[in-house]
C-alpha cells in the first residue's frame, strides 16, 4: 500500500520557486498496477523518486505498507527501500565494472541474502539471459541491459516494484518484450507497480492511470483493458 498526501515539492531556480509537485494526495492498494503519464515536466519521474525516498519532498508525506518513509533519516530510508522497493531506471543504471550475475546479486548481497548469486543466476535464467552472465553491460544489447535491470529489481522480492520510463529507451518490439516480462514477475511475486510512461498504450495495459500535468493531478481512471496474460514466457 502506497498513500501520499499534501505532496509538494518546490525549487529554487533563478531566485524563482519552481513548484514540481503540487499538494499531490493519492492512494495505492496493494497488488495494483498503475501507470503516470503526462506531458515532459509534468512531475512523473519526481513522483516516482519521492515515492522511493530517492529525494525529500518540500512537505506532505508519503506511506510505504504503514511506514512514513518521509519521517525516516537517510540510513533508515535505504534500508526500507532495499526491502520493500525495486526500482527500474530508464538509462538501466547497471554498474558497468560488473557482469550481469554481479549486477543482479548487489541488492540480495545488500541484504545480507545467502546464495547471492545462485539466486541472481535463478532471475537472469527466469528474464532469459542465462547465457549471459558472465557478460558485462557494455557487451549487452539495450534489450538485454533492461533485463538485468528488471531481474535486479525484483531480486529481494519486493512488495513494490517502480518503473520510470521502462522502455523508453528500447525499440518497440523490444520495449513490448520488456514489459511483458515486467508484467509477469509482477503477477509472480504479487507486487504494487507503478510505471511511469510516455505510451499510452503502455498505460493502457495497467489497471489504473493517473495523469498529472504542471505538478498536480489531472485525471485519475480506472482502465477498461487491463494487462492480460501474454505470450512471452509461456
Known amino acids: ?110 541484504a545480507g541474502q545467502p546464495h547471492a548469486h545462485q539466486r541472481a543466476g535463478e532471475l537472469l535464467q527466469a528474464v532469459g539471459l542465462g547465457h549471459r552472465l558472465s557478460h558485462y553491460p557494455v557487451q549487452l544489447s539495450g534489450g538485454e541491459q533492461q533485463r538485468v535491470a528488471v531481474a535486479r529489481a525484483f531480486a529481494c522480492r519486493p512488495p513494490i516494484l517502480l518503473a520510470d520510463e521502462p522502455t523508453g529507451n528500447l525499440d518497440s518490439a523490444t520495449g513490448r518484450q520488456v514489459l511483458d516480462l515486467i508484467m509477469a514477475l509482477h503477477r509472480d511475486a504479487g507486487t504494487t507497480l507503478v510505471l511511469v510512461t510516455h505510451d499510452h498504450d503502455v498505460a493502457a495495459s495497467m489497471e489504473r492511470v493517473i495523469t498529472l500535468r504542471d505538478g498536480r493531478i489531472e485525471s485519475d481512471q480506472l482502465t477498461a483493458h487491463p494487462h492480460r496474460e501474454s505470450e512471452f514466457g509461456s
Do not use: C
Open 1 to 110: 500500500m502506497i498513500t501520499i498526501q499534501h505532496l509538494t515539492m518546490q525549487l529554487s531556480a533563478g531566485g524563482h520557486i519552481v513548484r514540481i509537485l503540487d499538494d499531490i494526495s493519492l492512494a495505492i492498494p496493494a497488488k495494483q498496477t498503475v501507470a503516470i503519464i503526462g506531458p515532459s515536466g509534468s512531475g512523473k519521474s519526481t513522483l516516482l523518486g519521492l515515492i522511493a525516498g530517492l529525494d525529500r519532498p518540500s512537505s506532505g508525506s508519503i506511506w510505504l505498507n504503514g511506514i512514513e518513509v518521509t519521517a525516516l533519516g537517510e540510513q533508515a530510508t535505504a534500508r526500507l527501500r532495499l526491502a520493500n522497493v525495486g526500482y527500474i531506471f530508464q538509462s538501466f543504471h547497471l554498474i558497468p565494472t560488473l557482469t550481469a550475475l554481479e549486477n543482479v546479486a548487489v541488492p540480495l548481497e545488500l
